[in-house]
């Protein structure tokens, strides 16, 4: 995920929460939900989990890595504060793996009933079998293209089956949640809806009576969720499908609806947040422009101008992702053209 303006982001919004529980830590968010934070061992280093009153028990939104650590901390919270109670179901927004890490483990230990949006359960299910990384030389052709210099080529590409090591595997089957269900807990409707560019189609609930809105990755307070161009799909335009999906978001959304993400804190202040968003990849835009206007550019050339610090492998694989999916849009509005050279670098050039 890339950083965005925190004092931009944080004024004009409201945290009723100001201070998160510690890591592992559980407070009442709101009426029937509580909020559990699960720590990272990344530069973002925390998710948000949620359990939602179901009945007699818990519905958990989201598992955090699939990890000892953070199964030590599901361990902790089940024999401490959610000491006899029960968890009914597993609802994951999506299949990254800090969202989806621990689906295999709770669902087999406590025997819940997994739902997730059809192409986020194939999707994780289609990285896990592919143990083999029968997709190493079309990942490396993929980077060659942007232009990254072999060694960090190989630092990208080496970083392994990561996937694997940080989740526990899916339950055979699932329960299909698309956009327009409504999914009941504890006596009460939330609206399903989804969301594409950060994940292919990420689930985000909605209870009306209340207002509260658990918008996963797809609106955040503080950071911009990553969107980036994937080697599997080297011509997609996820930002475009974004930028469409936060508009979805607003014009179906009051903008007093209490935002529970699963990362920074929870707020209110949905509308003016989206425009934020919105507003930070205008200006990547117009900084792609203006570079590729005096010269043509690769994306690798692009990486510094949009990002100003060291990046590790981890961070340049999700910075030349970004970079492409802007470039990638903006092809598609007629504002670059692209060219590519005999070493297959392609290189962009305003139009």
């Known amino acids: 995920m890339s950083s965005s303006s925190q004092a931009a982001a944080a004024a004009g919004l409201t945290f009723p929460h100001a201070t998160p529980p510690e890591p592992g830590g559980l407070v009442e968010i709101a009426p029937g939900v509580l909020w559990l934070r699960l720590a990272l061992p990344f530069q973002l280093n925390h998710v948000n989990v949620y359990l939602i009153e179901d009945g007699d028990g818990w519905a958990v939104l989201d598992t955090g890595l699939g990890d000892d650590a953070t199964r030590a901390a599901w361990e902790a919270a089940l024999a401490g504060p959610l000491a006899g109670s029960r968890l009914t179901r597993l609802i994951v927004t999506h299949f990254h793996p800090d969202h989806v890490g621990l689906a295999g483990w709770l669902c087999k230990r406590f025997n819940l009933p997994l739902h997730m949006s059809q192409t986020e359960y194939l999707f994780s299910l289609s990285i896990l079998l592919d143990q083999a990384g029968t997709g190493e030389e079309q990942l490396r052709a993929f980077h060659q293209s942007t232009g990254l210099n072999d060694d960090q080529i190989e630092q990208v590409v080496g970083r392994g089956h990561s996937y694997l090591k940080r989740t526990t595997g899916l339950p055979p089957s699932f329960l ?10 504890g006596g009460r409707g939330f609206d399903v809806s989804t969301g594409a560019g950060h994940a292919p189609e990420q689930v985000m609930l909605f209870q009306p009576e209340a207002k509260l809105f658990f918008s996963a990755d797809q609106v955040l307070a503080k950071i911009s969720p990553n969107v980036s161009v994937w080697s599997m799909e080297p011509e997609a335009d996820p930002l475009g499908l974004y930028l ?15 935002v529970l993400a699963c990362h920074n804190l929870p707020f209110y202040g949905l509308h003016r947040r989206i425009d934020e968003l919105a507003l930070h990849h205008k200006q990547r835009c117009g900084e792609i422009l203006d570079a590729c206007r005096a010269e043509p550019r690769s994306a690798a050339d692009i990486i510094p101008i949009l990002f100003h610090r060291p990046l590790d492998a981890h961070q340049t694989g999700f910075a030349v992702g970004e970079v492409v999916a802007h470039l990638n849009y903006m092809m598609r509005r007629g504002e670059l053209d692209r060219e590519t050279g005999a070493d297959g670098i392609h290189l962009y050039r305003t139009r």
């Open 176 to 185: 299909r949640l698309t956009a327009g269900d409504r999914i009941t807990l």
């Open 244 to 258: 469409a999906s936060l508009a979805q978001i607003r014009a179906s959304l009051p903008e007093d609806v209490f």
